[in-house]
């Protein structure tokens, strides 16, 4: 059976500095998407995934959070968001909550999948935000809750919407918990969806 | 925000942002400010909420109406036409990635208190009773000529100077009636008034090829337009996204900003708002920046209605364009229609959203769209908004400002583009060449 790739849209937030910019490289040019299809100024990659029959269009922000100035094009049609926020700096975390409003806010999609991404976890002497927190907001607001670094290249999101409607599956995976890429995938399943 | 920059756009309508997008790419440092919290100005589109805040401040929309985010309603009405300079300029600058476009279903015209269907190909045209039987043969003869015309090959142009010869006397060699030639000025070349048949017949050939061309552009075509899903607004949304990829600079709600002059040479340097001046070599924007270096030049009446059916005898069409002919109803210029749905996530499910707008002629615009929203049914809910249309009163290059001109009463972009293909003359002394690659294939080809 010759399945069709569903396109599946992905939307970077987080403030500037919180290091969304590493985390879509990681996310593109990381093992998982070695092959980067196309770039426009490092601000939009697609990636297809044959076999989850996904193709999926990855919107960086392109500078325009910078002064609260993102179209509501930006969140147009997202499956899913990965939000940044940088564990060293508590306003980057009040900032993050904020990217969670407004994504609720705009996005009409009910199965929205919201990751909240604590980054720059290797700087733990000056870690300002408790994980204990980030967790218990995230559960909250049901969110999936990361933690990421440059020293640990993890955390790659992947989102597939199927073709039945909108039920999401989610697969995540992680060096730094031992999963490796050969493992079968852990399927999440979406809050409320 | 007090540093130097190339170019500071002001406004950020659709003609702003392919500015400020083009000179992006080309490595210019752009700063694009707008005094609306929101993107588009002139070309928004708007949600229920904004909709009452523009139209009826302090109301609140009945929930009848639907969830107000389900609306994009545009303030300037128009279709793209498919093979047009616009869908050229967006394939050229790659930006169709971010828009998701559909065909308008079908082209209607209003014929002696009819509303009969545009015909969409020669066939159709033989079996419409827009044109009497003899009538049918000679404007069949006539659409021949036009379709082979083309401008580069002079065999085509059978001992005709088109660039003499005026459109009211090529009209009368192929010995068309007025009816004939109402339906072919206004329904095909989509002229708003007949000041075109005193001018040279060139410019209403190659707009009526355009209209078969734009039909022929996608397969399954019923009409030359098309439409993107969530209204216009997310044109001048794209070009912005596109702008700040190549390092443009956004900054939105800045109600007070303006443009600062060099007090000798009148030269604009900068603009300044919130205490705090952004300097450049020359300013872009919109006419509501420059009050004193515009004049106005028309006016136009607009009605934005909510229906909760299709219009009637347009086929139960999910979006149409509805032209009434100035001849048909009395009038100079004429009176347009559009409609779009929820087909293209503008309305609420099972919610359409129909625009009547027409050149101002007289001191009572509002009654002038009588015609117009006649044929329409049932209307839930009815915004009318009267806007002037300004132009500039230079060129720019004495004093550093390049402003655009208003969005006229014209159906279509095609006129707003060369606008902006001329500004970019202007401030760039290039021309932008459409028929080159695309950016995207440009930079694969660097990449390479």
Same mark, same amino acid.
């Given at each position: ?193 | ?34 005094? %609306? ?11 229920? %909420? ?32 498919? %093979? ?26 209003? %014929? ?11 066939? =159709? ?11 049918? #043969? ?24 088109? #660039? ?35 001018? /040279? ?123 009434? /002919?100035?001849?048909?109803?009395? #009038? ?32 009572? /615009? ?27 009163? =230079? ?22 583009? =060369? ?17 080159? =690659? ?11």
């Amino acid at each position: 059976m010759v399945e069709q790739v569903q396109q599946s849209k992905l939307v970077l937030l987080g403030e500037m500095g919180s290091g969304k910019t590493s985390l879509v490289q990681r996310f593109v040019r990381g093992q998982y998407f070695e092959n980067q299809e196309s770039t426009i100024g490092a601000s939009f990659f697609t990636k297809t995934i044959p076999e989850k029959h996904v193709k999926f269009e990855i919107w960086d922000t392109a500078g325009q959070e910078r002064y609260h100035s993102l179209a509501p094009m930006y969140y147009r049609g997202a499956a899913s968001a990965v939000v940044v926020f940088d564990t060293t700096l508590a306003s980057s975390f009040e900032r993050a909550k904020k990217w969670v409003h407004e994504l609720r806010q705009n996005v009409a999609n009910p199965d929205l999948i919201i990751a909240l991404v604590g980054n720059k976890v290797d700087l733990v002497d000056a870690r300002a935000v408790a994980e204990a927190d980030a967790r218990n907001y995230a559960a909250e607001t049901s969110l999936l809750y990361y933690e990421s670094s440059a020293k640990t290249n993890v955390n790659v999101v992947e989102v597939h919407a199927t073709r039945t409607g909108f039920r999401i599956s989610k697969v995540i995976r992680g060096e730094e918990k031992g999963i490796s890429r050969n493992l079968p995938r852990r399927t999440l399943q979406v809050p409320g969806g | 925000m007090e540093e130097a920059y190339d170019a500071i756009v002001l406004g950020t309508g659709l003609k702003e942002c392919i500015i400020s997008g083009l000179l992006s790419v080309d490595g210019y440092k752009v700063l694009h400010i707008d005094r %609306n919290n929101y993107y588009g100005g002139q070309s928004a589109s708007l949600n229920l %909420n904004q909709l009452f805040e523009r139209f009826r401040p302090g109301q609140k929309p009945q929930t009848e109406l639907g969830p107000s985010r389900d609306f994009n309603v545009d303030l300037v009405p128009k279709f793209i036409m498919a %093979n047009g300079n616009l869908v050229k300029v967006l394939i050229h600058t790659d930006v169709t990635k971010y828009l998701e476009f559909k065909a308008v279903d079908g082209s209607f015209v209003l %014929n002696k208190n009819r509303v009969e269907k545009v015909p969409a190909s020669d066939w =159709e045209a033989l079996k419409s009773p827009l044109l009497g039987l003899f009538e049918k #043969r000679r404007a069949a003869k006539f659409l021949g000529y036009v379709q082979q015309y083309d401008p580069a090959d002079p065999q085509t142009y059978k001992g005709q100077d088109l #660039r003499r010869v005026t459109m009211a006397e090529l009209y009368s060699q192929y010995g068309l009636d007025a009816m004939t030639v109402d339906f072919m000025g206004h329904a095909l070349a989509l002229h708003s008034d007949d000041s075109y048949m005193r001018r /040279p017949a060139l410019e209403t050939v190659l707009k009526i090829k355009l209209y078969y061309d734009s039909m022929m552009r996608y397969e399954g075509l019923k009409s030359p337009y098309i439409y993107p899903l969530y209204g216009l607004g997310e044109l001048p949304q794209a070009f912005a996204r596109l702008s700040a990829v190549y390092g443009g600079t956004y900054m939105l709600a800045k109600a007070d900003a303006e443009v600062v002059y060099d007090a000798d040479s009148g030269r604009a340097m900068g603009v300044k708002s919130e205490g705090q001046t952004a300097t450049a070599k020359f300013v872009v924007g919109d006419a509501s920046y420059f009050p004193s270096k515009v004049q106005r030049t028309s006016r136009v009446v607009r009605a934005l209605c909510v229906l909760s059916h299709p219009i009637p005898s347009t086929g139960d069409s999910h979006s149409v364009q509805l032209i009434l /002919p100035q001849k048909q109803v009395g #009038r100079r210029s004429d009176i347009y229609v559009f409609c779009c749905s929820y087909s293209h996530h503008v309305a609420p499910k099972d919610k359409w959203l129909a625009f009547v707008s027409t050149t101002v002629e007289t001191t009572d /615009p509002t009654a002038e769209l009588a015609a117009g929203l006649q044929l329409l049914g049932k209307i839930d809910e009815k915004f009318v908004e009267v806007v002037d249309v300004f132009e500039p009163l =230079e060129s720019g290059q004495r004093d550093g400002c390049f402003i655009s001109r208003g969005y006229d009463a014209t159906s279509h972009f095609e006129t707003e583009i =060369e606008d902006v293909l001329d500004m970019y003359l202007r401030i760039t002394g290039k021309v932008l060449d459409l028929s080159s =690659e695309s950016l995207a294939k440009r930079q694969e080809a660097a990449s390479a």
